[in-house]
């Protein structure tokens, strides 16, 4: 499974942006797929998870609120609407797969290459 996110770009603080993972390869099994976002000399974090088949999602505190994940399953393809955006924001956004849902990083597989969100304030 190979999968690129896309849609960063610049926004303004309160605006709103919505990256897009788009995977390809068939996965085997129970598959989820997680967004995760790395600034500057700080650790990869957790944002939102969502399971492929049955849609179930978890949100990090830190966007729970602001950003929504969900999946079109005939694109192949996983979204991430980011709202009321904020400077802290600011980062490198990834996705990646994994063969079960959680909320840490480490399991998740088959990075795809990141895409910058940068908010002004």
């Known amino acids: 499974v190979q999968l690129q996110a896309s849609g960063g770009g610049l926004a303004q603080a309160g605006g709103s942006l919505r990256l897009s993972c788009a995977w390809s390869?068939?996965?085997?099994?129970?598959?989820?797929v997680g967004w995760f976002r790395q600034a500057p000399e700080k650790e990869r974090e957790f944002l939102a998870v969502?399971?492929?088949?049955?849609?179930?999602?978890y949100y990090a505190d830190s966007v729970k609120g602001r950003f929504t994940i969900s999946r079109d399953k005939s694109k192949n393809t996983v979204y991430l609407q980011m709202n009321s955006l904020k400077p802290e924001d600011t980062a490198v956004y990834y996705c990646?797969?994994?063969?079960?849902?959680?909320?840490?990083?480490?399991?998740?597989?088959?990075w795809g290459q990141g895409t910058l969100v940068t908010v002004s304030s």
């Open positions: 969502i399971g492929w088949t049955g849609g179930r999602t």
């Open positions: 390869g068939r996965p085997s099994g129970t598959y989820a």
């Open positions: 990646a797969a994994n063969n079960y849902i959680t909320t840490d990083v480490a399991p998740f597989q088959s």
